[in-house]
């Protein structure tokens, strides 16, 4: 690329600072404070789940052990009926009356252990299941909170996009009708330079890299018809000379 119109060049200026707009607007969306918060909520509301998980499995193994619990004493206490019943019936002999009040002192120390279990089980049942009522309400307050934080993600992503919007179609107009092989040169040496292919002359600097141009680079460049395309001897962008160059 030797040569294009220096109104073009000119105008190439303006076309690099809506791309440098365009990535200032694309790196703020990256980085909205809202989505550092959602990454803090999230992994806080990953553990709460683990922690749900394992918690509401634990409960449930004690309902489970509760009902065996209360199972165990139906089942002494029904055989205690029975053999009450007999007993007052009157119609087993002595032997039998023996045995059977032997019996139903055996089940009512059965009776008395078991409720002691099932006592003992229940109030573990009843502490755990105050522990997952604050688990569910600390997570029903993380998720509310993250939901609040993703409409203020949403706001601000809305923001910036309505605005690089605007910045995409300003950079549309600005191009239009630039010098073909001037605008492939800027696009391949903006990809190479990290989003910036063209940079003023101002005074003997270059605004791209900020060095200072050696006098003989300088004296050079300034020879130079006005329409020659001229490149940084330091970084490689596309140099525009200005009127103070």
């Known amino acids: 690329m030797s040569s294009a119109p220096a109104a073009d060049q000119r105008r190439l200026l303006d076309v690099q600072e809506l791309d440098t707009r365009l990535a200032q607007l694309a790196h703020k969306r990256r980085s909205l404070p809202a989505l550092a918060r959602l990454v803090e909520l999230d992994s806080r509301l990953a553990d709460l789940e683990t922690a749900l998980v394992t918690s509401r499995t634990a409960a449930s193994d004690l309902r489970t052990e509760v009902a065996k619990a209360e ?18 019936g009157g119609q087993v002999g002595a032997k039998d009356a023996q045995a059977l009040t032997s019996e139903l002192a055996s089940l009512a120390a059965r009776q008395s252990h078991l409720e002691d279990v099932e006592l003992e089980v229940m109030e573990r049942l009843e502490a755990h299941e105050s522990v997952l009522r604050d688990l569910e309400q600390a997570r029903a307050a993380l998720v ?86 001229v490149r940084c001897e330091e970084c490689g962008r596309i140099l525009v000379r200005l009127t103070d160059s």
Do not use: K, M
Request: hydrophobic fraction near 40%; charge should be negative.
């Open 144 to 229: 509310e909170d993250r939901d609040r934080v993703v409409a203020e993600r949403d706001a601000g992503f809305a923001e910036v996009d309505a605005e690089a919007a605007r910045v995409r179609a300003e950079r549309e107009r600005t191009a239009d009708g630039l010098d073909g092989g001037l605008v492939a040169l800027y696009e391949r040496l903006r990809g190479q330079l990290g989003g910036s292919g063209a940079a003023a002359l101002r005074g003997n600097r270059c605004e791209g890299c900020r060095l200072e141009l050696n006098p003989l680079d300088l004296e050079a460049i300034r020879a130079r018809p006005v329409d020659a395309v």
């Open 71 to 88: 199972a165990d004493v139906d089942q002494v206490r029904s055989r205690a009926r029975r053999d009450q019943q007999r007993l007052d």
